[in-house]
């Protein structure tokens, strides 16, 4: 039997959720045990070697802003760094990394290790321990050890019933070659989780040393590197080059004559994939038209000789495998060092949880990552920490960090999750934002810094960071009011201006020539105030620096940040406005609480359906009942009358004056 | 959103049909208890109390005071959740005399209903789930509608003719939408440039949906006249013939006519119907100079009233002097006729070649065809219904419609301006936000559904 001082609290999983989990429970003060089948895969990157991208990269900085570990672990281990999405506009660009696989994990496992209050063991979790009145009290190992808890995160990623699919083989795996995590799903689904499956694969991999780079495009990453972290001011790492490659009507009628020995095909795949990021097999399929695919050969890292096939996921039998890769330019003579695969696995519907991550049938019992139908380690990590968070504020008798919609991707993630569940692989997307102007990765710190300060994970220096970064942004605010635009201040004729948005050397040409800048009338703007002349397209914020007082002296990297944010709040504070208000109102519907334990068979009118979703969800809110599927217009208003009928009957005392949607861990 | 005013569990009645003399009046009650309290004054009470949901009985209406029989009825009992407003309801059809009417009101307000506000039945309607809010909207139309036309047109509406237009527009946007998120959702690198929809065809598209959801934005305009009536001014110089014309129109003689120039000193206004669309027939003072200050005001508020006319019956007397020079002053438009007049007189000239009507407002000649030429204009004009096209009645609608258009006008000037992508899906969502609120839809997952099934994308 496990010995425990203080009041532990158990994470299972030692994936990009279990991490954060573990992380914010440990350094909030909680004793911490993180589980894991195996402590040499600890933070590993499964499918792809990267990390960011579009709205993924947000995420990673809204993980660093609340006081989370993965923005700190990319910047420590990248590859290569791009910033996407330059010429789409501010609010969709986003940084992604390539990483090293290995070094990745290795220093994950280095942080978890060096955490004072974290402690690390090797078992399998296969149930869970409840009390005589139904309180959960703990795990049960694979082992036959119950270690006691009062909260328990549980992040099994694709382990839980994992199941691995090569063509005709299948395998009881969690990643090819590791054992699934056996017993946990069926023990859960005794107790009466509602559980579904789920499929996701990835390609193979081929030795570097097999492969022609002369036939292949290459692709370079960004000269100037911007860290994940706000902590971090310079990213000191290798850059290493990505290849592209193309399918071709060869490699299509190779797929297409095995198709029928796919898994997926062939129906011994019975869980759903992500739709938004196919099988090559998948992508021959649903688009005939296509006599071509685009394939990233990237590193793994920078000691491996492994080259992982972006773009090339496959479940066909190896053979298949080996002969369409060979038909790929640059890859004539790769040498698989692993084939690609298919994986199904359990996961819980996660409209059985609160905004909170916990479950709503049995308290203390948080879900996070992979396990609640997402995919990809930044969705898993945002929820790792979100749920290790609440569970600590749980612990602390205090009310959860909830964030909204509208103020982070995060809360994005979250909300869709438990209001309208999935069925497929849940990937983030800007488009899934209704504000994503609001969301831009900058500003990430200055929305949620201070919840995370609050919430006891982020420290002092970062809150003083902060206040250092509005202050330089005041301050440049104010001399772009000031300062007028003065042509003879400008180095050379600007032939060709930059981009409107805060451009680097990398950057790479424009694709869309007729979206890119319009070129600038600069005499015209001469004696304008620079706030003004920064409004005009195609002008950005480095193009005034000669004009600013001292603007010569902005080259620290906190400078650029704040430049850049500048920038855009000048640039774009007309849409920003108008987002605010329609934030205001939206913050109106979701701050129209709604009591967890209302009787719904109370309100009249209601038809049976909606009666019977809204009692299987218990939405927080108004605007979180509104948001489940097929609940209408209608609902809403008769939930209104009621709860202003039941307001007015004294049947709620006091309407709390902490809305769902607000940081309530700021208390 | 707006909160419902009214409160919903006590009983309301009202008068469905027109407060008017008619052979049959139908009174609505509504309520939980509503048959109980209505047996205060049915006669007899066990009958109602022991009718089933869903059926017809007879009876009488009995003051409960002195015990008067006031009416003899029928009234349809609805028990449950099957009745117009999802309430238990009684439907009491009565004889259609006023004073009867009025006791009978009294009658139901002593039993503990009251009057029931504007729309109330159509609210607990749409409370209880019995219909969603287009469909609300277009019940409220029924109600006031006033002609047989508006009626169709409303029905029309019911059908989900108005939907299913807003549906096709904003089908289209999404598709567009998707095109555009997809930029913004995958990487340059990652999606085939040759997928994308160029700027330039964006814009076109982004104008050719800013002109359907114009075109459904006008048929407001002429929902309008088919609700509140077309405005018919009746104009020419003094004696022209406008007042017996004004009559011959309304069969019965209610306008003063004479042979005294000037005896229409004001403007008489009345309302027809023409094959179902109404018609707001004004008699306008004749235009003249006058010594008179009364006439004089009455020909000024003539002018007012026909320049705010939707069409103009020009007379002119064909047996004055110079018809032929009036005549040619006029140029041709399409909202006024030009009727040739007193084709029965024997010193009338005869009617110049182009678009004059000759007629006989005294005998009746023309009369005919003057009402045919002006039908088939105000067809061609008013009534898209008649077209077989959606028709948007309330004004929710036009302004949803509306703020789509501005924001896709928006978004084709940013366009041109070269805005980024990011900043014009703004617009776009708030295109789709607006037209999602017609039909009741969100956009987020659609796009998202678009976009996988339209593209390849993903690594």
Redesign the interface.
């Known amino acids: 039997m496990w010995e425990s001082k203080g009041e532990t609290a158990i994470v299972v999983g030692g994936g990009h959720a279990g991490i954060e989990a573990a992380l914010a429970l440990a350094r909030t003060g909680f004793e911490a045990l993180l589980i894991t089948q195996n402590l040499e895969t600890i933070g590993r990157l499964s499918c792809?070697p990267s990390i960011g991208?579009?709205?993924k990269g947000n995420m990673v900085r809204e993980i660093d802003a609340l006081g989370g570990e993965m923005g700190k672990l990319i910047d420590r281990t990248m590859i290569q760094f791009r910033i996407?999405?330059r010429?789409?506009?501010?609010?969709?660009q986003a940084p992604?990394a390539q990483a090293d696989k290995f070094l990745y994990s290795r220093t994950a496992r280095q942080v978890l290790e060096n955490e004072k209050n974290l402690r690390l063991f090797q078992d399998t979790v296969v149930d869970i321990i409840t009390g005589p009145e139904g309180r959960l009290e703990g795990v049960l190992t694979g082992r036959g050890l119950r270690i006691k808890a009062r909260t328990v995160v549980i992040t099994t990623g694709t382990f839980m019933e994992g199941r691995v699919f090569i063509g005709g083989y299948d395998c009881s795996s969690g990643r090819l070659g590791e054992p699934a995590a056996l017993g946990l799903g069926p023990a859960l689904q005794k107790r009466g989780f509602v559980l579904g499956r789920l499929k996701t694969g990835t390609p193979a991999r081929v030795h570097a040393g097999s492969l022609d780079y002369g036939g292949m495009e290459r692709?370079d990453g960004d000269k100037e590197r911007l860290p994940f972290s706000f902590s971090h001011d310079r990213i000191d790492r290798p850059d290493l080059p990505c290849y592209?490659t193309y399918t071709n009507p060869e490699t299509h009628r190779i797929i297409r004559e095995n198709i029928h020995r796919s898994p997926l095909y062939s129906g011994r795949i019975v869980g759903v994939g992500?739709?938004?990021?196919?099988s090559i097999e998948d992508?021959v399929v649903?688009?005939p038209q296509?006599d071509r695919?685009?394939i990233?050969v990237e590193p793994e890292g920078e000691d491996s000789r492994e080259m992982y096939l972006?773009?090339l996921s496959s479940s066909l039998p190896e053979e298949v495998q080996q002969a369409f890769i060979q038909t790929l330019p640059g890859l004539r003579r790769a040498w698989i060092t692993r084939p690609g695969y298919a994986v199904e696995y359990d996961y819980l519907d996660p409209t059985q949880l609160s905004p909170a991550l916990m479950a709503k049938a049995l308290p203390g019992l948080f879900f996070a990552g992979q396990t609640n139908g997402t995919s990809g380690y930044e969705e898993a990590a945002a929820q790792g920490l979100m749920a290790g968070l609440n569970a600590s504020l749980f612990l602390r008798g205090m009310p959860p960090l909830v964030l909204s919609r509208a103020e982070a991707y995060i809360g994005v993630l979250i909300d869709d999750l438990v209001t309208?569940g999935t069925r497929e692989p849940y990937r983030m997307?800007?488009?899934?934002a209704?504000y994503?102007?609001s969301l831009r990765h900058e500003t990430a710190d200055r929305r949620l810094t201070e919840k995370g300060f609050h919430g006891g994970l982020q420290t002092r220096e970062a809150l003083d960071r902060l206040e250092a970064k509005r202050q330089k942004i005041e301050e440049i605010r104010g001399k772009l009011k000031t300062a007028r635009f003065v042509l003879s201040a400008l180095p050379l004729p600007p032939a060709a201006p930059s981009s409107?948005e805060v451009s680097t050397p990398g950057d790479?040409a424009p694709?869309?020539a007729?979206?890119?800048?319009?070129t600038v009338d600069w005499p015209a703007l001469a004696g304008r105030p620079l706030e003004q002349a920064l409004k005009v397209?195609?002008v950005g914020i480095r193009d005034l620096l000669p004009c600013l007082p001292g603007g010569e002296a902005y080259t620290g990297p906190g400078d650029l940040e704040a430049l850049a944010q500048v920038e855009l709040d000048v640039k774009?504070g007309g849409?920003i406005a108008?987002?605010e208000i329609q934030i205001k109102r939206f913050e109106k519907?979701e701050t129209s609480r709604i009591p967890p334990d209302l009787d719904y068979g109370a309100v009249?009118?209601?038809?049976s359906e909606?009666r019977e979703k809204l009692k299987k969800f218990r939405p927080l809110s108004l605007g979180q009942a509104g948001r489940i599927s097929g609940i209408?217009?209608?609902?809403?208003?008769?939930l209104?009358?009621h709860l202003?009928r039941r307001r007015r009957t004294g049947e709620e005392p006091s309407p709390p004056g902490d809305p769902p949607g607000d940081s309530q861990g700021s208390a | 959103m707006n909160e419902p005013a009214y409160e919903q569990d006590d009983l309301i009645f009202a008068l469905a049909t027109g407060w008017d003399v008619s052979a049959l009046a139908l009174i609505r009650c509504s309520g939980p208890g509503c048959l109980e309290a209505a047996g205060r004054i049915f006669f007899p009470p066990e009958r109602l109390a022991a009718a089933a949901g869903q059926t017809l009985i007879h009876g009488f209406i009995r003051d409960p005071r002195t015990g008067d029989t006031l009416d003899e009825v029928t009234a349809a009992v609805y028990r449950g959740r099957r009745s117009y407003t999802g309430e238990e309801s009684l439907e009491i059809m009565a004889h259609g005399g006023l004073p009867g009417l009025l006791a009978i009101e009294d009658c139901l307000r002593r039993a503990g209903f009251r009057d029931a506000g504007p729309g109330e039945f159509t609210l607990r309607a749409f409370l209880n789930g019995k219909m969603d809010l287009t469909r609300a909207e277009a019940v409220q139309e029924i109600v006031s509608a006033r002609t047989l036309g508006a009626h169709k047109d409303a029905l029309r509406r019911l059908s989900g003719s108005v939907e299913a237009e807003v549906s096709r527009i904003r089908e289209t946007l999404l598709n567009l939408a998707a095109g555009v998120e997809l930029q913004l959702d995958y990487p340059e690198d990652e999606i085939d440039s040759g997928d994308l929809p160029r700027p330039g065809d964006l814009r076109g598209d982004l104008r050719t949906l800013g002109e359907s959801l114009a075109r459904l934005k006008r048929t407001f305009e002429e929902g309008r006249l088919y609700r509140e009536g077309v405005r018919i001014a009746l104009a020419g110089a003094v004696n022209a013939g406008k007042s017996s014309l004004f009559n011959r129109l309304l069969v019965q003689n209610r306008a003063l006519t004479s042979q005294e120039p000037g005896t229409t000193r004001d403007y008489l206004e009345a309302e027809i119907s023409l094959e179902g669309i109404p018609l707001l027939l004004y008699d306008t003072a004749g235009l003249r100079e006058t010594e008179s200050p009364v006439e004089r005001e009455g020909i000024e508020r003539s002018r007012e009233i026909t320049a705010g006319a939707d069409f103009v019956l020009y007379l002119i007397d064909a047996s004055g002097t110079g018809p032929a020079g009036e005549a040619a002053l006029l140029e041709n438009r399409e909202n006024r006729l030009i009727l040739w007049n007193k084709m029965d007189s024997p010193q009338a000239q005869p009617p110049p070649s182009g678009e004059v009507f000759p007629l006989s407002a005294l005998t009746g000649a023309g009369v005919e065809e003057v009402k045919g030429e002006l039908l088939r204009r105000i067809r061609g004009r008013v009534c898209p219904a008649d077209r077989g096209e959606a028709v948007i009645a309330s004004a929710r609608q036009r302004d949803l419609l509306e703020r789509a258009g501005e924001a896709l006008a928006a978004a084709e000037e940013d366009l041109a301006g070269g805005i980024p992508y990011d900043l014009l899906a703004v617009r776009l969502r708030e295109a789709l936000d607006a037209l999602g609120e017609i039909t009741g839809e969100t956009a987020g997952e659609e796009i998202l559904q678009r976009m996988f099934s339209h593209f390849c994308v993903g690594k």
Do not use: W
Request: aromatic fraction near 8%; glycine fraction near 8%.
């Open positions: 792809n991208g579009l709205a996407l999405n010429r789409r506009g501010p609010a969709v992604r692709q592209i992500p739709r938004y990021c196919p992508k649903r688009f296509r695919h685009q990233f972006n773009g309208r997307f800007t488009s899934r209704e994503r102007l409107p790479t694709e869309n007729e979206t890119s800048a319009p397209p195609g774009y849409y108008r987002q519907m009249e009118g209601l038809s909606s209408r217009s209608s609902d809403l208003a008769l209104m009358v202003r």
